[in-house]
Structures are given as C-alpha cells and as structure tokens.
C-alpha cells in the first residue's frame, strides 16, 4: 500500500450510533470498522493506549488536537499488537519528530490495519458522548463511505458493549513467567484479563517471580504454581460476563490479592456488589483520585467503562468479611478502590504501572509485597509448628 500524507487520504466518514456523523480524511488503514465511541484525554502516551487490550473493540477519540508526533518506537508497547478497533484524531503529525520513532503512527496504523479518521472535530464529539453517552460507532473511509442510512444500519447492527465477555480475546494462550529482578522474594500468580506488558514487570522489580496465566485459568492451575498472591490485571468487556471461580477461591483460602481496573470489578461482583455501565467512563493519565485512609489525591491513568456500585461512606459486610471502598475518583465520586478489612485482599480501578501515565499509584504494588510479607510471617510458625509434630 502506498503511503499517504496524514490527514491527506480518502475520503472518510465517522457514524454515531444516534445518527449524527462527521466527515474527514482516512489515518491510517482504509476501510471500515465498528465498536464503542469513547474519548480519551491524555495529551500523551498514545502508543501505549494504542496497545492497551483494554481498548478491544473500541474506537478511540483522542481530544489532545495534535497527534503522532513522537512516532511510534519498538519499546513503548504495551502488548504485540493495537487493540482499539478504530482512532480518531483532529491534527495528525505530518513528520514525527522524537529520535527514538522508528516510524510514523500513520504507518503503523496502515501496517496493523487499524482504520482511522482525521480532521474531524473530536472536542465536538468528545462533547457529544459526555451528553449522550459511549455508544456504537463506524468508520467508513475509501470504497466503503456509502449512503448515510446504510452506513447507519451498519453500525446499529454491532454488538454492545454491555454483556460482552472479552478478556478471553485478548489474554495470552499459554503461560508464561516474568523473572525477579535480583533476588526473588514472592511468586505471583497473574490471571491474564488484557494484562499490560509494564504490569508484571513493575512487580519483578520487587524482586516478584510473575507467572503470567491465561484469564481461564482453573483453580488448580492458579495454586499449581504456589503463588504467594493473586493479581487480576486490566482488561475489557463487561465485568458481568465473567466467571468467579478463580476469586472466590482465592478469597477463600486467604491468599493476598490485588486487582485493577477489570480486575476490582471482578473483586467487587466476588464479594456481592454490582457493577454498572459508566455513562462515558474514565479514560486518560490525569484522573484524580483520593485515598481515602491517607486523604492523599493522586493523578492516575484510567481506561473503564464499568464501575463497582459499593457503599461509599459504610462498612460492608461480605461473604469474606468487611469490606470498604478505599479510593474514589474526585470528579464524579467513582469508586476507584476496595479493600477488605478481615482477609488481605485490595483492588483499584487505575493503573498503577504508570504506562503511560504518573507514578502517583506506584506504592500499590509495595504494598501487594507487604502483604505478602505479612502473610508469610503469620504462616512461618504454624509450619514450624507442623515440622515439629512430624518429627515427634
């Protein structure tokens, strides 16, 4: 395929579910594409949103108006390949300028074959999903722009997201293992839901041993590997879909855990809470958000769509003991945090491996290693208990 100058290519129409649609010029793949509208407001760190799983079946509107101008680069994936099913962007670079690209985004999104739009005025439609809501999308560009009615009909027949189980689509289909760096202190058992690469490598800089297994990982399959704690990473679809097994189990027999984003809701549906569909959810590297044992506010990276509907200002009691919401977001008091008070147990609805992102959130994954080390002095004289009685 011969290359085109960003925001120079064929014609290219964006049709939103409710009927209205903007015109611009093909970025990227020509062609079509279908998923959830949604906007995103980091002003940078596009390579790594490009390449989040979470993104599956989304089509993403950017609001920074200037985009791909660092490029894209071999390092700042977050996973093999681009995940949001379309991009959409006002002012695409015409030349990358940082000296670690290797390529340009618009390259690379004609490589993977991601449909794109430019030219468009993405404040408008981000303002549009703030009044309506997410909902369904296509792009259509070259040889596929039609009849604006039969463009519609085309998008009205997607499948939304509500209900959808998609972790199974993205996580990895064998296991794999991240080694500690430096001396290894913990093993952790990763389930797999649309991990980001960054994720199990912020733990093995904790001296963390990540075995990396897929999202249907069975029960047995989790302990085969002796895990000190469970983590439940990122991913997406619709918390609801998804089976308990694995967290009730580990609930259960008192193993630490700590989850994110995909992986606090699965934490707060184990534990008798609902889950909901945010009306255009929280996706960027600027959230604020308040721990509320320290009343510390943190600027944190969010990418969700769904929500945990926990009490905000109570003590809940469980099938696993009390549980509290420990974060919230500032913005619209989201909750963005579990914690359960009688089994160690935590979760938060961000990203704390900050890629891309800050590093507000990065004490999250001490204290998953004081947690475990907490666990493992409590159980040290109990087995030194047991090796006395056998030798007797």
């Known amino acids: 395929m011969s290359a085109t100058r960003p925001g120079q290519g064929s ?116 303002r549009h999903l703030r009044e309506r809501g997410a909902m369904r999308v296509g792009i259509f560009s070259g040889d596929r722009v039609a009849d604006p009615e039969a463009m519609l009909a085309r998008v009205r027949v997607q499948e939304p997201m509500a209900g959808a189980d998609l972790a199974p689509e993205v996580a990895t289909g064998e296991p794999y293992v991240v080694p500690a760096v430096g001396a290894k202190r913990f093993t952790v058992a990763a389930l797999d839901l649309g991990i980001k690469g960054m994720t199990p490598r912020r733990m093995a800089e904790r001296g963390i041993e990540v075995h990396v297994l897929p999202g249907t990982a069975s029960v047995e399959e989790v302990y085969a590997v002796q895990p000190d704690g469970v983590f439940l990473s990122n991913g997406p679809g619709d918390p609801a879909a998804a089976d308990l097994t694995v967290v009730r189990a580990v609930l259960e027999r008192g193993t630490p855990l700590f989850g994110i984003c995909f992986g606090n809701q699965l934490l707060g549906r184990a534990l008798g809470f609902g889950t909901y569909k945010l009306k255009y959810g929280h996706r960027g590297i600027n959230q604020p958000v308040q721990d509320r044992a320290t009343g510390r506010v943190e600027v944190t990276a969010h990418n969700h769509g769904f929500a945990v509907d926990a009490p905000l200002d109570t003590v809940a009691d469980t099938p696993y003991g009390r549980a509290e919401v420990s974060h919230v977001c500032l913005n619209d008091r989201v909750v963005e945090g579990l914690r359960l008070l009688d089994r160690p147990a935590f979760s938060v609805q961000y990203h704390p491996e900050a890629a891309a992102g800050p590093h507000d959130a990065a004490y999250l994954f001490d204290r998953f290693v004081r947690l475990m080390a907490e666990q493992a002095e409590q159980a040290e004289p109990a087995a030194q208990a047991e090796q006395g009685a056998q030798r007797a």
């Open 11 to 126: 014609p290219a129409v964006l049709v939103l579910e409710d009927g209205r649609s903007f015109r611009g010029r093909a970025y990227g793949a020509t062609g079509e594409t279908f998923g959830e509208a949604v906007f995103s407001t980091g002003m940078t760190g596009y390579q790594e949103t490009l390449t989040d799983p979470s993104y599956h079946r989304q089509v993403v509107v950017m609001t920074a108006p200037h985009v791909g101008n660092t490029g894209v680069n071999d390092e700042d994936a977050e996973s093999a390949r681009i995940w949001v099913s379309g991009y959409v962007v006002r002012d695409p670079a015409r030349v990358p300028s940082s000296w670690r690209a290797t390529r340009s985004l618009d390259e690379e999104l004609r490589r993977q074959g991601v449909v794109g739009i430019s030219g468009v005025d993405t404040r408008a439609i981000t």
